[in-house]
């Protein structure tokens, strides 16, 4: 279901020139991309949520390990007590540990030593169990197992590397060697250290990628809003040298000559006329090149800007597929409206749209008599907000210069489409 028209304006939306005011706006929203409900954003909920879900299975592995082993009324009360205090500093070490990796909170330090004293104390009370002949071997080989592999997590993003897999390979060798101590031998040992050298490291290694892989993504993001604002900055930048390069030396002569026409006025002589005369003509120059200037940064062309629109989206990471159909037999004006279409959509895509995949522009001769421009990208969930810029709106007056219009819709699936249409007629 999509919704139409100009309220919607946000998806591939305001562009074109802008205020400074605008500009302050733009940034805002560019530095917000990180913190906004885009990909990076919904990366790390996701993966905060798959640390509260490794807590709350493990808690199920305890209710399960309870429920079928028998260690007694006081043996249970205890695994179920110390458990449930693992369970609950695991889950927020976990949460601290990862958002101190993501440069967003203070290293855990006491965290990590309460989970640490936890483990130990959980991995004891096992070991005693099986001294006092309240639980199996294979009951503590299960248990060692699970309460080290849940272990290994944590540290891993807390501490830095080198000491946090110190941390993590200490603490099951501390706790297998009581084991072994307390009497766990032969087929349970051997199951709980095989398990463990193989669930310890892969834990450790998995969750340490995965802070690590949300990072990337939030420093990929923050790289691509830079490269957006270099983008803007290096174009203004360009646009200033060539107004400099025309208007510089004009300026620089017309202040000369005003001068000299003015000492010539107060000596009554005839020349200063003629100087005014020559400071009027470098005047009219002047306005003649700034226009040209103007013309020409503001003139697009519908096949190079089809083409920079495939460079600089796939660039970005955003799969751009492009049917031009009949933009070849377009006229330079109708050319030059859609270009400009093309142009400001790209834009738009890149600054607004921060969860865009894939962009399809396609050209085409409608049935209604009509030529047809319809870009459409997804990306742009999220309610929109009403903008300042003046993208959209230049885009309606340029194609309505060519009796053409505009047309924006918002999909509830995060699609946003914009179609500019230009009677056949009039493109003929």
Not at 27 to 37: H, S
Not at 177 to 190: F, K
């Amino acid at each position: 279901m999509c919704a139409g028209g100009s309220a919607g304006d946000r998806g591939v939306e305001d562009g074109g020139a802008r205020s400074d005011g605008d500009d302050e706006h733009e940034r805002g929203d560019l530095g917000g991309a990180v913190r906004g409900p885009g990909r990076p954003e919904r990366y790390r909920r996701y993966t905060l949520a798959t640390v509260v879900f490794l807590a709350a299975t493990e808690a199920a592995l305890w209710a399960f390990w309870l429920a079928t082993t028998e260690a007694g009324t006081l043996g249970s009360v205890l695994v179920a007590g110390v458990g449930t205090v693992h369970v609950a500093v695991q889950g927020l070490l976990s949460r601290a540990a990862l958002l101190h990796y993501l440069g967003a909170g203070p290293r855990p330090v006491w965290l990590v030593v309460l989970y640490v004293a936890v483990t130990v104390a959980m991995a004891a009370l096992g070991c005693a169990l099986l001294a006092v002949g309240r639980i199996r071997g294979g009951d503590l080989a299960a248990y060692l197992v699970w309460l080290l592999m849940y272990y290994a997590g944590p540290p891993m993003l807390a501490l830095p590397r080198r000491p946090g897999a110190a941390l993590v390979a200490a603490v099951p060798v501390v706790a297998l060697g009581a084991a072994a101590a307390s009497g766990l031998s032969d087929e349970p040992l051997a199951l709980a250290i095989g398990a463990s050298l193989l669930m310890v490291p892969f834990m450790a290694v998995a969750i340490r990628v995965s802070g690590w892989s949300v990072r990337l993504i939030e420093e990929l993001a923050r790289a691509r809003a830079t490269q957006a604002r270099l983008a803007v900055a290096e174009e203004r930048l360009r646009f200033g040298r060539d107004l400099h390069d025309v208007l510089g030396r004009n300026l620089a002569v017309v202040a000369l000559k005003s001068e000299l026409a003015v000492e010539l006025a107060r000596r009554g002589r005839e020349e200063a006329v003629a100087e005014m005369e020559e400071v009027q003509r470098i005047a009219q120059e002047s306005q003649r090149e700034i226009r040209a200037v103007v013309r020409g940064y503001r003139t697009a062309d519908l096949h190079a800007e089809l083409a920079g629109a495939r460079s600089v989206l796939e660039a970005a990471g955003i799969d751009c597929r492009i049917e031009n159909g009949p933009a070849a037999r377009l006229p330079a004006q109708t050319q030059a409206a859609l270009g400009w279409v093309v142009r400001e959509g790209t834009t738009n895509v890149l600054r607004h749209a921060q969860g865009a995949s894939r962009c399809e522009v396609s050209v085409r001769a409608t049935v209604a008599g009509s030529v047809a421009l319809r870009m459409e990208n997804d990306g742009a969930d999220g309610d929109p907000r009403p903008g300042t810029g003046s993208g959209l709106p230049g885009l309606r007056e340029r194609l309505a210069e060519v009796d053409g219009t505009l047309a924006t819709e918002r999909c509830a699936d995060g699609i946003f489409r914009l179609t500019a249409r230009i009677p056949w007629e009039a493109a003929e």
